[in-house]
Structures are given as structure tokens and as C-alpha cells.
């Protein structure tokens, strides 16, 4: 800082982004450590460290990152702009030269706005007179020879003259009609005043040739760098020789920030974003509408969930050795779902995120269900619900992005490794509160939407591309879009999960969905984070309350009819429905459920030890219709053949009383692939194990039952695997976790203690800033006695036993066996220190 710097500064207005930090509240610190956790890991010892920590690269570009388009704009400007600044000078940056008189309220609140923003990231210091950029921040966005800034400006005309002889400077100033200096630096300096003087600057402008102007009009928005030949065109060494275009190294020309802001008026942006694009409707629906399909919704997704993890209830499909399904395994679940593949892959990822299928851990790894699966299921209907929907919105695996290439151009797979982006809460939960604040019933319109989301989380990059113009050849610059694509796609994959989930109805929120989100105070806030999980959970339970009326009653009863089916008239109770998948086979699904009877599904419901009265009666008592006569007499049919022929384990063997079917069985060609012989008259041999022998029969048109080596009925019930007990898997987080108002506050608390010890006066400085005291064992001890005796506090250095050194202000209340207990005034407790630990010690100043 120069001493005409120091003379002109108040004394109040801090030196550095420490002493800015050092003058803030608790609760302006606190603000700052949630909006950047990343400054929390570890927790910085005093606020020096906490502003050197906030000023370094990775947290300034996460910092950066995590701003709205008019915030960047900002930053993007102060970087451009003298430093320090003004507030008059950054607000002629935003608004150009015809806002500079403050007539533009919008801007004046928005600028307001930006500038607490980033004065509460740390990433702007000083007061409205002296705003500085940190310096990080102000490297990252500032014009580079490599690069120019996100405003397309290039460097100023004494930065682009730094290598420059000075009497080709004298030539440039005398070529532009300014009195020749002394030395090169004022010759810049006039030129300097020359290019900032709009009265000067539009009349050598005037004298301009066409052909210079349209070369400068392709510039001035940026890239401002072009490329020029040995030997330029007249109008380019019109430009040349003025200064309007400089030599930045050979062939490349670049145009002064200067002369580049006077084309654009003054302003810093082509287009300046003040205010976030609003969110607007595509149709608009009566909310009951909404709520009415979206219960429907919510119960086809408990449905299909189910329906799912029935199907591999004896056993899923094997794990991939990297890891996930198999294709053909997603493909065969997708068919037996009766869905596409990619909401197959949905509907598994959402019942692994919840917690109700994982990998077996066997040898022969297969996914199944969990023991957590038939806990889900006895829950009530609408807390079903909740269970998946809060599962959805916080899980970090992204089902959308199944089937497509990892980075090493590998195929990710559903339940497999890689699908994790750790935005995806934050996005699925900040798509659905914008929905909130659209009118009830209202559906947005995508485009909107996405530019509403663009809008709180710009794309990192430069602004323009490259042209070619009057003989100067103009660079490009590609925004780094990656991460926006991503967002993009993102967010209308919570359109379509959230409405296959019943959040949604007819591309509305429902008002379950609503009380999903929680408040909805931080609908217009763009860093809105999700819940904690102690809010989520209310804000669940709440939601499946209002959901619970609008899902049907489960039904008691079917309605037989005389074709062989049955119809369920909406959901039937689990014992009812459970009883009926067994004894029919599902023919059709929708608003009501089709069952069919066969003679394959009666006799399913045989083999697993129902007779033909049990099935009488069950049919009886469940339906509204009388019992058509062709059902009663399949059953009775089925059943008075089920049995007759007995197999068992002889390999396997076939009995029957009946010699006469004995024989027919011989005699039918389609049993010579069983090759059976007879052992006895009603006995045969077969070299095909129980279970094939079972089957062949059964497709020869029998009824055979297996039977136990004591010749009893085996009754065959479908086996439910389950693994082991599994926990849903956690979220994976880039960075670290949001710390929650305890954990800030007890870090203010420490950063606070910790800097009251590094900037508390000594009698005896160190020889360097933050250095430890450093003094003997013989010394140590005498002054820790002597502080006991006077109730004074010292200064000392210590090193704990991992090796971290740091500073503390102690007040010694007893010295004895090697260790001193004292007052620690960094911590804010009594606490016990062994005396080898302690590096040094030194007393206070007597202020």
C-alpha cells in the first residue's frame, strides 16, 4: 500500500481481508462458515488462518461457483475495476454511463444485494469507498495474456504497454495527438486519459476510417485478442498507431480495456441480469385435479415397487463383477415391470436407495430384498410412501444417467458403482420449491425453468467467440458447459421421476408434495439447501397425513366372472391380494386388476397345501358375483387329478394305484426324454432328477405332487430370500457435509478464543508473526509458578501429542507432578497441560 494510500485510508477501515473478518459479528461469521463449510475442515485456529484459508484457490473457485449469474457479474466488474474501487466506479461498470446517475432502482437494489453476497463469502473487503476483490478472486476473473476476463475485456493500456519500447510509446502518443512526455510512464498515462475521456475519445473516433470501427465493433464484446499480419492493412495501422490496438506478443494484437469500455458505454457486460428470470406456467389444472392424480400415481409407484422385488423375492439377478445389473438383467426386469428400460432402472435405484434391495453377499452374489422390505410393507400405505419420496429426494445416485459412459468410456450400469453426483439433492430439491412458486395446479414450462437454474448457477467460462473482421482473426473462447449440461439434464429428470413418484400431478406439485419440501420461506433464495434430516422427516410425516385420504381403502372383495377372471375393483388388502397372485395369474393392470384362473394356476395353488374346499370357501367369502359354475368345476377338476401320480427322490420314481395311467404315460412319446422304465406294477424309474421329472409330467397334461421319502405331500411355497441386514447406502457428498448451527457456533466460539491468543500484547514478541514463545524447562516452570502466585495470564506455545502446535492464553491455578492446570482462555475452560509439551512461555503486556 503507498503512503498516499495510508494517509488517505480512516483509521477504522481495515488493512486486510483479516482485519475485515476480525470486525465482524458472530452472527455475520456464522453466515460465513455455512455459506463455505469447506473453510470448517479443519477448524481454523484464529481468524488470520480463517482468512488466509478463505483466499486460497480451490475455496475461492468453490465460492465463485456457488454464486448467481448478477453476483458473478459483479465480482466479474470489480475485477476490471481499479482496486480499490468505489461504489460509484463499480456501479458506472454495471449500469454504463447512462446509469451512472442512479435512476435504475432495480440495479441499485440488486447491486446492494451482490455486494453483501460476496462481502458475506469474504470474497469482497473494505467499505463502499475501498471495496476490494480478494486477491485470488481477482487473479481468477481478472484479463490474462492466456485469457481474457468473462467480460470479454482485455488489459489495460499500462499493462499492454509493459514490454513496449519507449519511443514506440512516444510514436503512439504523438500518432494520437498528444503532446510528447518525458518518459514512457506519463506517456501511458496520457494515453490512459485520452482512452477514458469520452469527449476526446469519440472525436479521434470521428477521424476513424470505416473499415477501423468495424473492426473495433468486432472486438469490443470480447475475445478483444486478433491476430495480424507483418504487414497490416492501412485501417489496422490506422488502429496500430494510436494505440487502439497493441502488440501483445508476435502477430497478436489486443484491444486496451480503456478504449473497449468507452465502445460499450461504460459497461463492464453486454447483457446484465439484475433480477432471476421468473418461473412461468405451461398449463394450469384445479388442484384437486393435481392431488387426485398424483395419489393415483403414488400408489403405482408402491405398486410397481412391490411388484419388483416379488419378482425377485426367490432371488434377483446376479451382480456384475464390477458391480450393478447386467443388461439383459435390466432388460428381463423392465418387461416383467411392463415399463421402459431407463424407468426400470429408476424404480430399482429408488428401492436400493431406500433400502429395500442389496447384493446377497453369497458367493454367487445376487440382489434381493432386505429384511428392511418386509418391515416397509407393514406399514401403512401413505408412510410407504413417504419412505421412498424422502429416499428419492436426498439419495446422490442419479438413475438418469444409467446406460450411458463414465469417464474411462464405461457403460454405467443401475446399481452399479459411478452414479453418484453429489448435486443431485440440491438440484431435485431446488426444482421442486421453484414449483412452489407458481400458482396451485400450475405445471412450468421447461425452458423457464432451466433458465431459471441457469440464472442461480451460471456455467463458469468466457464470454464471446471467435470471428474474423477487416483482417484481424479473432480467438475463441468456449464456456465450460459440462457442469450446466449436467444440471440441465438433471433437473428434468426430477420432472419425470418426481411425477412417476406421485410428487407431482399433470407436471404440477401436489399440496403431499408441497409439505414434502418443508417451508417454503427459501423458494426465492437460489443457495436454498435441502433439509436436515430431522426437518426432512417432519416435513414427511406431514406429507404422507395429507396423502393418506387420497389413496383408495384397500378392498375385501373381488368380482368373479363366468370367462375364468376376476376383476379387483381397486387395491385389495394384502392377505386377499397375496392369497389371489397365487391362485390366478395378473392378466392386465390399470384402473381395475384382471386376474385369470387356469388349471397352472389352481394347481400353484394345490402344490403350496390348499385343498379344493379351502379354495371353495376363499372364493366364496371374497366375492361380490356368485362363483361361476366353469370355475368351480376347474378347481374341482384340477384337484381330483392333483396328486394321483406321486413322484419322489430315486433318483426319481413315479407311484401310482392306476396301472392302467401307468401305461399311458409309457406309451406317450413325449416321455421318452424322461426315459422311464417300470420297477413294479404301479412304480416307475426315471433317470431324471424330481424336480424335471415333476415338470415333464406337467406338460404332458398330469397332475403329479411330490412326496417326501415317507411318501407325505410336499407342499411347495415360494421361498423368500432376503439378505443379510444392510443400511440404505449414504449419500456421497463433494466436499464437506453442511454443519449444522451447533457445530457453526461452536466454531465461532474456538475461532474467537483462538484469535484473543494470537493478538493478545506481550512483554516479548516473537521474532516472527505466529511464531511459538520459545524459552527453557528452568524458565517455563518459574514463570507458570510465578503467574500462580500473582492470578496473572501468560502467553505459551504447546504441541499436542498428534504434533499440532498452536498458541494459548492460560491463567495457571496449580503447578505440581509435571503439569499445569490453568484457565485456558482459547478454549474457554480448565484444562490440565503436561509441561514437556510446552514450547514456551511469555507474559502478557500489563494493557
Avoid at 512 to 524: F, K, P, V
Wanted: with cysteine; hydrophobic share 40%; net charge negative.
Amino acid at each position: 500500500m503507498s503512503t498516499d494510500e495510508q494517509t488517505q485510508r480512516p483509521a477504522d477501515t481495515p488493512r486486510s481481508l483479516a482485519e475485515a473478518l476480525r470486525s465482524r459479528g458472530d452472527e455475520s461469521l456464522g453466515a460465513l462458515l455455512h455459506a463455505r463449510p469447506d473453510l470448517l475442515t479443519p477448524v481454523p485456529t484464529d481468524l488470520t488462518q480463517l482468512a488466509t484459508r478463505a483466499a486460497t484457490r480451490a475455496s475461492v473457485v468453490r465460492a465463485l461457483e456457488r454464486l448467481d449469474r448478477f453476483a458473478q457479474q459483479v465480482a466479474e466488474a470489480l475485477a476490471v475495476a481499479p482496486e480499490p474501487a468505489t461504489y460509484t466506479e463499480l456501479h458506472a461498470l454495471i449500469a454504463g454511463d447512462q446509469g451512472g446517475d442512479g435512476s435504475d432502482t432495480a440495479i441499485e437494489e440488486a447491486l446492494g444485494r451482490a455486494i453483501r453476497v460476496l462481502r458475506e463469502q469474504a470474497l469482497v473487503w473494505g467499505a463502499d469507498d475501498r471495496l476490494r476483490l480478494v486477491r485470488t478472486a481477482r487473479e481468477l476473473l481478472a484479463p490474462a495474456p492466456q485469457y481474457p476476463s468473462p467480460t470479454g475485456l482485455g488489459p489495460t493500456v499500462a499493462e499492454a504497454t509493459a514490454g513496449m519500447s519507449p519511443n514506440r510509446i512516444q510514436d503512439i502518443v504523438a500518432a494520437a495527438g498528444l503532446p510528447s512526455t518525458h518518459d514512457a510512464v506519463s506517456a501511458v498515462r496520457s494515453l490512459t486519459e485520452l482512452f477514458t475521456d469520452r469527449t476526446r475519445m469519440s472525436a479521434l473516433l470521428d477521424e476513424a476510417p470505416a473499415e477501423s470501427v468495424e473492426v473495433l465493433s468486432r472486438l469490443v464484446w470480447g475475445p478483444p485478442y486478433g491476430q495480424v499480419t507483418a504487414d497490416p492493412a492501412r485501417h489496422l495501422r490506422w488502429l496500430l498507431d494510436r494505440g487502439l490496438l497493441l502488440p501483445t506478443s508476435p502477430g497478436t494484437v489486443v484491444l486496451p480495456r480503456e478504449a473497449a469500455l468507452h465502445l460499450r458505454a461504460g459497461r463492464a457486460h453486454r447483457v446484465l441480469e439484475p433480477a432471476p428470470p421468473a418461473v412461468e406456467p405451461l398449463r394450469e389444472h384445479r388442484p384437486q385435479v393435481v392431488d387426485a392424480a398424483a395419489a393415483s400415481q403414488a400408489y403405482m409407484a408402491l405398486d410397481t415397487v412391490e411388484e419388483l422385488l416379488k419378482d425377485w423375492d426367490e432371488g434377483g439377478p446376479t451382480v456384475l463383477r464390477a458391480g450393478g445389473l447386467s443388461v439383459r438383467d435390466l432388460k428381463r426386469t423392465a418387461v416383467a415391470l411392463d415399463v421402459p428400460e431407463p424407468v426400470a432402472a429408476f424404480w430399482v435405484e429408488l428401492a436400493y436407495a431406500a433400502g429395500l434391495v442389496a447384493s446377497d453377499g453369497e458367493a454367487d452374489e445376487r440382489y434381493a430384498a432386505t429384511p428392511a422390505y418386509d418391515d416397509w410393507q407393514e406399514l401403512p400405505a401413505a408412510e410407504r410412501w413417504s419412505a421412498l419420496a424422502t429416499a428419492w429426494l436426498t439419495a446422490t445416485r442419479t438413475a438418469g444417467l444409467i446406460g450411458g459412459r463414465d469417464g474411462k468410456d464405461r457403460t454405467l450400469s443401475a446399481l452399479g458403482p459411478h452414479l453418484d453426483r453429489s448435486s443431485s439433492p440440491e438440484i431435485r430439491h431446488r426444482v421442486l420449491t421453484l414449483l412452489t412458486t407458481l400458482p396451485d395446479g400450475a405445471s412450468p414450462t421447461p425452458d423457464s425453468l432451466l433458465a431459471r437454474l441457469r440464472w442461480e448457477r451460471p456455467p463458469r467460462g468466457s464470454a464471446g467467440g471467435g470471428a474474423s473482421a477487416g483482417g484481424v482473426s479473432t480467438g475463441s473462447a468456449s464456456a465450460g458447459n459440462a457442469p450446466m449440461e449436467l444440471r440441465a439434464r438433471i433437473a428434468q429428470w426430477t420432472l419425470n421421476e418426481a411425477e412417476l413418484l406421485g410428487i407431482t400431478g399433470r407436471g404440477a406439485l401436489s399440496s403431499h408434495g408441497r409439505a414434502l419440501l418443508g417451508s417454503e420461506e427459501a423458494a426465492g433464495a437460489p443457495a436454498a439447501a435441502a433439509p436436515a434430516p430431522a426437518e426432512l422427516a417432519v416435513s414427511a410425516a406431514r406429507a404422507a397425513r395429507l396423502l393418506t385420504p387420497l389413496l383408495p381403502e384397500p378392498l375385501d372383495h373381488v368380482l368373479l366372472q363366468a370367462d375364468l377372471t376376476a376383476v379387483a375393483p381397486g387395491p385389495l388388502e394384502r392377505p386377499l391380494a397375496e392369497t389371489l397372485a397365487v391362485l390366478a395369474d395378473v392378466e392386465s393392470k390399470g384402473g381395475a386388476t384382471v386376474y385369470r384362473f387356469t388349471p397352472g394356476s389352481v394347481r400353484r395353488a394345490l402344490d403350496a397345501g390348499k385343498s379344493a374346499s379351502d379354495l371353495h370357501a376363499f372364493l366364496a367369502a371374497h366375492s361380490r358375483t356368485p362363483v361361476p359354475q366353469p370355475l368351480a368345476y376347474l378347481i374341482d377338476d384340477v384337484a381330483r387329478k392333483h396328486g394321483h401320480l406321486r413322484i419322489g427322490a430315486a433318483s426319481a420314481y413315479v407311484r401310482c394305484d392306476d396301472e392302467a395311467l401307468l401305461n399311458e404315460i409309457l406309451a406317450d412319446k413325449r416321455s421318452q426324454g424322461l426315459r422311464l422304465r417300470r420297477l413294479a406294477p404301479t412304480v416307475l424309474a426315471a433317470q431324471a432328477d424330481p424336480g424335471a421329472l415333476l415338470e415333464g409330467l406337467r406338460a404332458m397334461g398330469f397332475a403329479p405332487a411330490a412326496e417326501s421319502a415317507e411318501g407325505d405331500v410336499l407342499i411347495h411355497r415360494a421361498h423368500a430370500h432376503r439378505t443379510p441386514p444392510r443400511t440404505a447406502p449414504e449419500p456421497v457428498h463433494d466436499g464437506p457435509p453442511l454443519p449444522d448451527d451447533t457445530m457453526i457456533g461452536a466454531a465461532v466460539r474456538a475461532i474467537r478464543a483462538g484469535d484473543l491468543a494470537s493478538t493478545t500484547p506481550r512483554k516479548t514478541a516473537p521474532e516472527t508473526a505466529g511464531a511459538l514463545p520459545r524459552t527453557t524447562a528452568a524458565e517455563t516452570l518459574a514463570t507458570m509458578q510465578a503467574a500462580v502466585l500473582t492470578g496473572e495470564a501468560v502467553w505459551i506455545g504447546y504441541v499436542n501429542a498428534e504434533g499440532s502446535a498452536s498458541q494459548r492464553v492460560i491463567a495457571p491455578i496449580r503447578v505440581e507432578g509435571g503439569f499445569v492446570t490453568a484457565y485456558d482462555h482459547t478454549a474457554d475452560e480448565v484444562r490440565t497441560y503436561p509441561l514437556h509439551r510446552v514450547t514456551g512461555v511469555a507474559e502478557l503486556a500489563d494493557d
